[in-house]
């Protein structure tokens, strides 16, 4: 065999050119895909199914040592998406592959017709169990966090519920005498006032103290009013 290095440079470069460049394994990519798609998952409510498409067979990718997985740009690893993998270097290049990602847990649904304004009892709502991947977005797993809550709008029987149909029950009312308090650093301070609008926990809340200043808080669960330091 005739080494490269004692052939002339012209000799060299044609026969350079007959060698095929290395293409990357689509199979490599699927599982990087894959293994990126379960990592960026693993915290979602139930269990994650991670299916990974195939690339179009005339995709040809020079081989690359350096690959990086991410979340195309406004994309969510949720349903029927892509998981982008693009070479660092020395060659650059970006690749989309599909991926479908199913989320299965149960979810709340209303066991029977119910009516807007209807604040919700156990007994007004059964689980299902499906892929919440082709679910409205904001479905409700926990049933915990339906109890108590008031319906917005009427609901058919087995309709799922999500959280901006629901409204918290009001813990302050207009005229109501509410608790102020005030937390600093080593101290709190505590008052009262008489409420201006109604407030749900989480809620901002105006209260009118005795010297008529109106002060701005938000709705403690236990009925108060915390103001701002």
Request: with cysteine.
């Amino acid at each position: 065999m005739i080494s490269l290095h004692k052939l002339p440079a012209l000799i060299v470069a044609a026969l350079l050119t007959l060698i095929p460049p290395a293409i990357q394994a689509s199979d490599n990519l699927r599982a990087i895909a894959e293994t990126y798609a379960r990592n960026q998952t693993r915290g979602l409510p139930g269990e994650v199914s991670v299916q990974i498409g195939h690339l179009d067979s005339s995709t040809q990718l020079p081989a690359c040592q350096n690959l990086q997985a991410y979340t195309p740009h406004g994309g969510r690893l949720w349903g029927k998406t892509f998981v982008g993998i693009r070479c660092l270097g020395p060659q650059t290049w970006e690749v989309l592959i599909p991926a479908q990602i199913s989320v299965y847990s149960n979810y709340v649904v209303s066991a029977r017709a119910l009516a807007g304004g209807q604040a919700l009892q156990a007994s007004d709502f059964a689980l299902l169990r499906g892929d919440l991947s082709s679910l409205p977005a904001g479905v409700i797993t926990d049933r915990n966090a339906v109890i108590g809550k008031t319906l917005k709008n009427g609901l058919g029987p087995g309709q799922p519920l999500r959280h901006d149909q629901l409204l918290a029950p009001l813990l302050i009312r207009s005229g109501q005498t509410v608790k102020l308090i005030s937390r600093g650093s080593g101290f709190t301070v505590s008052g009262e006032g008489r409420a201006i609008n109604n407030a749900a926990e989480g809620q901002v809340a105006q209260v009118r103290v005795p010297s008529g200043q109106t002060i701005t808080g938000i709705v403690q669960a236990d009925g108060s009013v915390e103001v701002g330091r």
